[in-house]
């Protein structure tokens, strides 16, 4: 009975409400016919959400575009900033759209919502609303970003998470926290377990935008940087295991 008693207390969620931020360019996987999308590492984050969300918690995501479109220089494309980031809001409304495709066909209620009015597509984002859909269980998957040129998705992450009230960011990377260096690069390089915000600041590592860095750090809201390419990761940040790097 003490075993089952402990094992309990270890599966519960450390989190009540995460906000998951993830590029455009991991739902790619390992794609390499140019591919925007594998359909194995989408079916993977949306188990994993799955596990999560069978928890109690209650998940919101926002997802890059990169792996559609990226921001080109205006002057080497002949694109202006402004209507480049445009183009990419609409790539993350797709990305959007393939993640709840995956999360339904698994059977995890979802909802998305566009900062950029697409009635046919998804609802128009309304704070209200979207914190009415978290609180019934449903999975809120943000799109089109802050619906603004000039913002990156972090900056759109960050700010759902604060409106959202969400307890941390989890920003899902190719790595399993932050380092000292690249690890891919340098062997020698050491993972963080814990970092402050000032500490990022002064050692110069790049997390996020600066934007999207100092809305978190002004609004004392954490940040973990972990692997989201490896199954069950998410699960065990959410139970507040010693995976990743925490910011706080």
């Known amino acids: 009975m003490g075993y089952l008693q402990n094992f309990s207390k270890i599966m519960l969620p450390r989190y009540k409400r995460i906000l998951l931020k993830l ?3 991991a739902l790619q ?11 194995k590492i989408i079916e993977q984050y949306a188990q994993d959400i799955k596990r999560v ?17 990226r921001g ?22 797709i990305n959007a759209m393939a993640m709840q495709a995956m999360l339904e066909k698994i059977g995890v209620y979802s909802r998305l919502q566009s900062a950029i009015n697409m009635e046919q597509v998804a609802e128009p984002y309304i704070r209200r609303k979207a914190l009415r859909h978290l609180e019934k269980g449903r999975v809120v998957i943000f799109g089109a970003g802050t619906g603004n040129p000039y913002f990156t998705t972090d900056t759109a992450g960050s700010l759902r998470a604060i409106e959202m009230k969400a307890d941390v960011i989890l920003k899902g990377t190719r790595v399993d926290g932050i380092y000292t260096a690249d690890p891919e690069k340098d062997p020698d390089a050491k993972r963080y377990e814990k970092l402050s915000f000032q500490e990022c600041i002064d050692q110069k590592l790049k997390i996020m935008d600066m934007t999207a860095f100092t809305l978190c750090m002004e609004n004392k809201l954490p ?18 295991m010693n995976v990743g790097t925490l910011v706080s």
């Open 23 to 25: 590029s455009g360019e």
């Open 223 to 240: 940040i973990i940087v972990f692997d989201v390419n490896t199954s069950g990761n998410l699960l065990q940040v959410v139970q507040g």
């Open 53 to 69: 969300t069978d928890l109690g918690v209650q998940v919101a995501i926002v997802i890059g575009g990169g792996n559609i479109y």
């Open 29 to 39: 996987g390992h794609q390499k016919n140019g591919d925007p999308f594998d359909p």
């Open 72 to 93: 080109m220089n205006e002057a080497e494309s002949g694109i202006e900033r402004a209507h480049g980031d445009y183009m990419g809001m609409l790539a993350t409304v």
